[in-house]
């Protein structure tokens, strides 16, 4: 099975590991140390690696952008229900997160943004099961 793992650049390694578990994810102590965690988002599937931003930059020649300002990736996370969007937004927010947007809500899919105290985009939405098998119109 594959697995993904997005790596996210955060100024306050414990903040950050505060607001992910804050929004319902465990954080694997094998693969942290003072310079990264890894939060599971999907046990063996889908993980964040949140990084020192110093560490982050040990992996690129690039220059590292301020997400707060200049956003490059959006990562969506779809759950069972508008109400666990609602309720994974709200847990955010109370964990030190901002929403930079107002909910999406197109009948067959509902969105809500949240970005991590360092400006990360996570978007948490729900689309109707019929609609996800069979498209937007068959709702």
């Known amino acids: 099975m ?6 996210l650049p955060v100024t306050d390694l414990q903040r950050a590991k505060s607001f992910y578990t804050a929004l319902g994810f465990a954080i694997n102590p094998l693969f942290s140390d003072d310079n990264a965690a890894c939060v599971v988002v999907e046990e063996d599937h889908n993980y964040f690696m949140i990084l020192k931003r110093e560490y982050f930059q ?4 690039l220059p590292i952008g301020d997400p707060a300002v200049s956003p490059a990736v959006s ?3 779809f759950l069972d229900s508008r109400e666990e969007v609602d309720s994974t937004v709200e847990n955010g927010l109370a964990a030190g997160g901002s929403e930079p947007r107002t909910a999406s809500d197109y009948g067959f899919m509902y969105q809500r943004q949240v970005a991590d105290p360092d400006g990360n985009l996570l978007e948490f939405g729900w689309m109707d099961p019929v609609a996800a098998t069979q498209g937007p119109e068959a709702v």
Do not use: K, L, P, R
């Not at 040990?58 to 020649?61: A, G, H, I, K, S």
């Open 58 to 61: 040990t992996f690129t020649d």
């Open 2 to 7: 594959t697995s993904m793992f997005v790596n």
């Open 75 to 77: 990562t969506a996370i």
